[in-house]
């Protein structure tokens, strides 16, 4: 009783602690566990839940300190226990919490729920090993509990999953789990489906087919059931993996009786019928005793071995649609069916009957309904240009919606529409628009345009979520006008498009087609101002941060949005972080629950999400961002590093490992199939994209090591008396500068001598690849900046200031060399020819007329943007410089003072250096001059005014919208200038502070 009374008393204490915590209320939090702790100093609990408040209040440094005591401590209650791991949780200090279960088990060998803890703990961190024997300990102490059991069976697979060796994992880890599955279904202890099916994976993962199939067909097999068509479902694929066709084909033709509409079914039957005929199969009753039975049978069902079968059996699911449900399966197979006939060439072709009729059939079924044109676009290939002319134009003839007497005819109902819309994509995917000359083009496109305002009559009644039934009118007229512009070269199609599109999304907010367009093309004409409104608009969460992140990510910098930079940049790496915590708890959930088959599943998307180019990008992109943004001296810098985490010795994002999970079919597209090689476009764009980043991730190593090198050797002088030159090793371009001495390999500076060479090597490398910058269609990627870069020559100024900073480094390191040497050469040419090409490659006017034709230069806000960074990026090398040159500077000048003689000459270096700042500053303020050209205020510039785009309507409301589009563009350019300005500013101060 006095035990029991005790546990109370602390739980009646803790109790106001946790409420506080639970209302988010933790300066509360902490004042109730000081109440707490007058009484009881040593309460470990009290002391952690205070550790928690103080964590979320930004109160590290206090909350380690109480926690690293309670730790040392070793506690062993539940409820110090869990406090401790939800504060190393919010930390990211998963091992802690292993260790904190690793000693609360050796005190209390005989708790489950403290070894239970101990084993969700190695999950955290991914240690199947230790998964095991943990385990297999909960297994030994609780024999009764067969998911212990299970967990140590799975922890076997997943050390066979993420063995580096194929051979060990085939030889150890997985033959281990099956014995120890079998040991259980030997003595008859299963009694869950999930054991049933790990033991069916750990089968299948040793290609273990047959003895898979035996365990499906026996008693055990008969748990399967918790989904429906699973059991049958395996059966066929593991039939297919032993070659038994004719049993996968009975099993695949059952299950489409079943579900006529299983599309993977019909992919899966197709190909089993023709491995059946490829192989030369014969129906078992007719290799026997000569009798021929009715039908081909197996204990499964029948089989289908013949093409007649195969269109017998097809007809048969068509006609019991037609008696119900219209389905689009059967209707697909027939066409699949030619598809795969024509590929193989076979004579027997004729017996499936003219592709086109099967065409007419299905549009005349489905054409109304907005899949069929993408349904049927999987099988243009099947119908020569002739045929496909032919029955486009019995479609549009069949729609009734052709111009009568100069007046069109609108569509009656939202399915008429999709009708014609069906029409419209196939004669897109045909190439017939990109025939039309360009001024039957444009009187098409406004004839698309009336159509989508006379449809608007038909969505009245819609709510804000609905999309308008006439909207595919309005999206296929903004493609066509994109055709135009891509055609002509003319910017005021792309212009008349953006105005089309926002009287859309007016109309529409829940139309995501018209955003994703729209966002693309006010970032080819340079305007980003608009996008954050129209991302934001369409409510992207969760895994759309990676596979679509790119619509923002190649555009929000090269437009000069910085700020906006950061933000997007930082919502996307939450996303990453954040799905890192809930993958883990899903993890854990899945072992609770026993749903094996979802590990793998969750550790591969988590790997593949950590492996993200679309992660690397903005992970790199958000850090240099902060070192541009963020500093406007030395100190700043410094300071800066103190919060970012890289380790410039480490490889950051290892190119091989990297994956592209950029999703680029999006945005709906109609181009014909020889025009948009999505697959080809997205390869070449990854390869890119991979070199931009290295590019980058190089850079920003480099300048971080330089910040930590001067952060070494700032804080003492040069050696005392020394005047020995440098050692003299070559840098890179046979550039000589200032080395690192061989003891001191483990140095930063040694790192950046180590990255400088493999720097130029890639931008050489890519140099020579990404000469021209590519061109990709407009529902597809978009270039990175590396050839613009490249063009600029900003690498060569780069390597060229990192030697400056080698140069320097050396004669802080070993002495100041000979006053009349030329080291301090280094310092000054060619950055002087380099510094004056940046800001004369800029100085275009923003708005530019060619032949009458106003358009925007794009490629200039691109241009400053990137020397503006570059600038940035030498601002950083150059406080470094300063910060090691001063106390040189200082014990030089004391020296001097000391000697009776005349006072030697001043080393050269000290001028150079002098020289080179003011340059850079001359640079910032010419960079500066040209970056108020971008704000409309300042220039005067009325882009109402600039005739960007012609009306294609007499409408109000589009004249409105071209107001409306004309103060959007001016907010966007005057965004992008005043940043650019205010960062120029930010440089220029910080230049003044390198002066020595």
């Not at 119900?324 to 197979?333: E, H, N």
């Not at 009957?353 to 079924?365: A, D, I, M, R, V």
């Not at 930590?708 to 890179?732: D, F, I, R």
């Amino acid at each position: 009783m006095a035990s029991r009374s005790h546990v109370d008393v602390n739980e009646r204490r803790l109790r106001p602690i946790y409420d506080c915590l639970d209302n988010g209320n933790n300066r509360k939090a902490i004042q109730e566990a000081d109440k707490v702790l007058k009484k009881q100093k040593d309460f470990q609990c009290a002391k952690v839940l205070k550790a928690l408040a103080l964590l979320r209040l930004g109160r590290q440094d206090e909350s380690s300190v109480l926690l690293q005591e309670v730790h040392g401590q070793h506690p062993t209650d539940d409820a110090t226990l869990q406090a401790m791991s939800i504060c190393y949780r919010e930390v990211h200090k998963l091992e802690a919490i292993a260790d904190l279960y690793e000693n609360a088990h050796k005190a209390r060998p005989d708790n489950e729920e403290i070894l239970s803890a101990l084993f969700m703990a190695h999950v955290r961190l991914g240690s199947y090993k230790k998964q095991q024997q943990t385990a297999m300990a909960l297994h030994k102490l609780r024999p009764s509990k067969n998911p212990y059991y299970f967990w140590a069976v799975m922890s076997n697979v997943m050390q066979a999953h993420s063995s580096p060796d194929p051979k060990l994992a085939k030889t150890m880890y997985l033959p281990l789990a099956e014995r120890m599955t079998k040991k259980y279904v030997d003595e008859d202890k299963i009694d869950a489906e999930a054991e049933v099916l790990l033991y069916l994976m750990v089968l299948e993962l040793q290609d273990k087919w047959q003895e898979a199939v035996n365990l499906l067909e026996g008693p055990l097999g008969e748990r399967v059931k918790s989904e429906l068509n699973l059991q049958p479902t395996r059966r066929a694929e593991l039939s297919c993996k032993l070659c038994k066709w004719d049993k996968a084909n009975a099993i695949y033709r059952t299950l489409l009786q079943n579900n006529p509409d299983h599309w993977q079914f019909w992919l899966s039957y197709l190909n089993t019928v023709f491995q059946l005929i490829d192989s030369g199969y014969t129906p078992p009753s007719e290799t026997g005793d000569g009798s021929v039975a009715n039908v081909d049978t197996t204990a499964e069902g029948k089989v289908d071995s013949s093409l007649e079968e195969v269109m017998e059996f097809i007809n048969q699911q068509i006609n019991r649609c037609k008696d119900g449900t219209l389905l689009r399966g059967p209707y697909l197979a027939q066409m699949e069916l030619v598809r795969i006939l024509q590929e193989r060439k076979s004579p027997l072709l004729k017996l499936a009957g003219p592709p086109s009729e099967l065409f007419e059939q299905y549009y005349n079924l489905f054409g109304g309904k907005p899949c069929c044109a993408r349904d049927l676009k999987a099988y243009i290939c099947l119908l020569t240009p002739e045929e496909l002319q032919a029955l486009i134009n019995k479609f549009v003839e069949s729609s009734q919606l052709k111009t009568e007497n100069g007046s069109p005819v609108y569509a009656s109902d939202a399915k008429h529409i999709c009708q014609h819309m069906t029409v419209l994509q196939l004669s897109r995917l045909a190439g017939l628009f990109s025939q039309q000359p360009e001024e039957e083009l444009l009187e098409t496109i406004r004839g698309f345009v009336l159509r989508y305002r006379k449809g608007l009559d038909l969505g009245k009644d819609l709510l804000q979520t609905d999309i308008q039934p006439s909207d595919q009118y309005l999206l296929f007229a903004a493609h066509l006008l994109v055709d135009l512009w891509q055609r002509t070269g003319e910017e005021k199609y792309v212009w008349q498009a953006v105005v089309q599109l926002e009287l859309g999304v007016h109309h529409s907010p829940a139309n995501h087609q018209f955003k994703l367009l729209l966002m693309r093309l006010y970032c080819e004409v340079g305007a980003f101002g608009p996008v954050p409104a129209l991302w934001n608009g369409m409510d992207m969460k969760h895994i759309m941060n990676d596979s679509l992140g790119y619509f923002i990510s190649n555009h929000v910098g090269r437009l000069g949005h910085l700020v906006a930079a950061c933000a997007m940049f930082g919502t996307m790496l939450r996303f990453f972080s954040v799905n890192h915590k809930e993958t883990t708890e899903y993890l854990l959930g899945a072992y609770k629950y026993g749903s094996f088959g979802k590990i793998r599943e969750f550790v591969d998307f988590r790997d593949r999400l950590q492996r993200s180019v679309q992660y690397k990008v903005a992970s790199t992109e958000r850090l240099l961002l902060d070192l541009i943004l963020e500093t406007n001296c030395h100190a700043n810098t410094q300071q800066m590093l103190s919060y970012i985490e890289v380790d410039p010795s480490k490889e950051r994002a290892v190119l091989s490992e990297l994956r592209d999970n950029r999703d680029f079919t999006a945005m709906e597209c109609w181009d014909p199939p020889s025009q948009f090689r999505i697959a080809e476009y997205q390869e070449m764009s990854f390869k890119e994209e991979k070199a931009w980043l290295h590019c980058r991730d190089l850079i920003l190593r480099i300048l971080v090591a330089a910040v930590m090198s001067g952060q070494e050797g700032g804080g003492g002088g040069a050696k005392n008396g020394s005047s020995s030159p440098h050692n003299g090793e070559t840098l890179v371009n046979g550039s000589s500068g200032g080395g690192v001495e061989e003891g001191e390999k483990g140095s930063m500076a040694a790192v950046v001598q180590e990255l400088l060479p493999r720097f130029v090597q890639h931008t050489e490398a890519c140099a020579k690849e990404f000469t021209t910058p590519t061109k990709y269609p407009i529902q597809g990627p978009y270039r990175t900046r590396i050839t613009t870069y490249l063009r600029g020559k900003h690498h060569i100024l780069f390597v060229r200031l990192v030697e400056c900073f080698l140069h320097v480094y050396s004669l802080h390191d070993n002495g100041l060399s000979n006053p009349e040497s030329k080291d301090g050469d280094v310092l000054k040419s060619p950055i002087t020819d380099l510094l004056k090409g940046m800001t004369e490659g800029s100085t275009q006017p923003l708005v530019k007329e060619e032949d009458g034709r106003v358009s925007i230069n794009v490629e200039l806000l691109e241009q400053l943007v990137i020397s503006t960074e570059s600038l940035s990026f030498a601002t950083t090398l150059i406080g470094v410089c300063c910060h090691l040159l001063r106390p040189l500077k200082t014990s030089w000048s004391k020296q001097s003072r000391k000697k009776k003689a005349k006072n030697p000459p001043q080393p050269a270096v000290f001028d150079k250096f002098t020289c080179l700042v003011t340059e850079l500053q001359d640079t910032a303020k010419a960079l500066h001059k040209l970056s108020t050209q971008f704000d409309p205020v300042f220039t005067m510039l009325n882009f109402s005014a600039l005739s960007l785009t012609d009306p294609l309507t007499d409408n109000e409301e589009e004249k409105e919208c071209e107001k409306t589009l004309c103060g959007k563009m001016e907010r966007s350019f005057q965004q992008s200038s005043h940043e650019i300005c205010e960062l120029l500013h930010n440089k220029l101060q910080y230049l003044h502070t390198c002066h020595i």
